[in-house]
């Protein structure tokens, strides 16, 4: 028997005794959900150049301050905490922290924190990790993932607001490859003039209302291997329509990013978002990424269907999710 079978051996072991586990946190997860009446069971299929992945989780279960999650899949277990904070008059903060652990031993840990104090308003990442992500679509995602098997990275991105219209931009990545970035954002609201009630005084200013807000993005980016001028815009409707497009300038090339995102698109509650990344400096990431990401009422929960794909391969994923306590209440007379 060559090594390559013996691997392919070893790889179905360390699966079959995966999924072996991951009906026995089922169990103790559907248990957990029942008692915390907001939870929500969610299960989820995948597969693509990266392998595949059967999971099924326990999200929304809240303790506490603390609102949890767990999964378990062929790949590994997960697990995650989020927490949120008031400052009065003017703050808030709110962290997340998830961590994985693959049946081979391999861990994943990514913390999240966002914080706002007045005019200031700070984002702040890290990840820890001595394994491939657990998620086989991972590596097509929107926001670049580090694709390294082993390593670490940290992000921030602070923005303080000069005035009503006006934010000042400075972040920075580090880890596999080191960049920093400074700029500007210009930010407008979009109104329109309602017509006059009867009985209006002619005299007083026309009555108007929000249909949305324009934001307009100038900057820079340097780091190992790029340098460059970015710029970019953003709209969104209060129907909840929502695109935004960002081009980098350089010395290597170019690139860009864009989304949409569509509300209720295929049907009342649905959504629906597309979104292209074509960033050919960056060296620890897939450079082009490309997906579509649905979901739909179905029943008594929802069900998800994204497909991605870009550098390196394509896959797709097929979800579900219901609330256990709204089951529940449902199944009592």
């Known amino acids: 028997m060559g090594k390559s079978d013996v691997?392919?051996?070893?790889?179905?072991?360390?699966?079959?005794?995966?999924?072996?586990?991951?009906?026995?946190?089922?169990?103790?997860?559907?248990?957990?959900?029942?008692?915390?009446?907001?939870?929500?069971?969610?299960?989820?299929?995948?597969?693509?150049?990266?392998?595949?992945?059967f999971r099924v989780g326990v999200t929304n279960v809240t303790a506490g301050r603390f609102t949890l999650s767990a999964a378990a899949s062929n790949r590994g277990v997960e697990v995650g905490v989020t927490q949120g904070l008031s400052l009065p008059p003017a703050g808030a903060v709110t962290a997340r922290t998830d961590a994985a652990v693959t049946w081979r031993g391999g861990v994943r840990v990514s913390s999240q924190a966002t914080a706002t104090l007045g005019p200031v308003a700070l984002n702040l990442g890290g990840a820890f990790f001595t394994a491939a992500n657990v998620d086989p679509l991972a590596a097509w995602a929107l926001t670049p993932t580090?694709?390294?098997?082993?390593?670490?990275?940290?992000?921030?991105?602070?923005?303080?607001?000069?005035?009503?219209?006006?934010?000042?931009?400075?972040?920075?990545?580090?880890?596999?490859?080191?960049?920093?970035?400074?700029?500007?954002?210009?930010?407008?609201?979009?109104?329109?003039?309602?017509?006059?009630?009867?009985?209006?005084?002619p005299e007083a200013e026309p009555t108007t209302e929000r249909t949305g807000g324009v934001t307009l993005r100038l900057g820079a980016?340097?780091?190992?291997?790029?340098?460059?001028?970015?710029?970019?815009?953003?709209?969104?409707?209060?129907s909840g329509l929502t695109m935004a497009v960002d081009a980098l300038?350089?010395?290597?090339?170019?690139?860009?990013?864009?989304?949409?995102?569509?509300?209720d698109v295929l049907g009342e509650g649905s959504s629906a978002r597309a979104?292209?990344?074509?960033?050919?400096?960056?060296?620890?990431s897939a450079p082009f990424r490309a997906?579509?990401?649905?979901?739909?009422?179905?029943?008594?929960?929802?069900?998800?269907v994204d497909v991605r794909g870009g550098t390196g391969g394509l896959g797709a994923r097929v979800g579900y999710s219901f609330a256990l306590g709204g089951l529940a209440s449902r199944q009592t007379p």
């Open 146 to 201: 580090d694709l390294r098997d082993r390593g670490w990275d940290v992000d921030f991105t602070a923005r303080y607001r000069v005035n009503r219209t006006l934010v000042a931009v400075a972040g920075g990545e580090f880890g596999a490859q080191n960049q920093g970035l400074l700029g500007v954002e210009w930010r407008r609201d979009l109104t329109r003039v309602l017509p006059p009630a009867e009985g209006d005084d």
């Open 275 to 284: 979104y292209l990344a074509y960033e050919p400096w960056r060296t620890a």
């Open 249 to 263: 300038v350089g010395v290597g090339g170019w690139g860009t990013v864009g989304s949409v995102s569509v509300p």
């Open 7 to 53: 691997a392919h051996r070893e790889e179905r072991d360390v699966q079959s005794g995966g999924m072996q586990r991951v009906m026995t946190v089922l169990a103790l997860g559907a248990a957990l959900g029942g008692g915390a009446g907001a939870a929500d069971l969610d299960f989820g299929v995948a597969y693509g150049s990266g392998g595949s992945l």
């Open 221 to 238: 980016r340097a780091g190992r291997g790029v340098l460059g001028v970015t710029g970019g815009a953003s709209y969104t409707a209060e």
């Open 291 to 304: 997906g579509l990401e649905t979901s739909v009422p179905l029943g008594t929960g929802t069900l998800a």
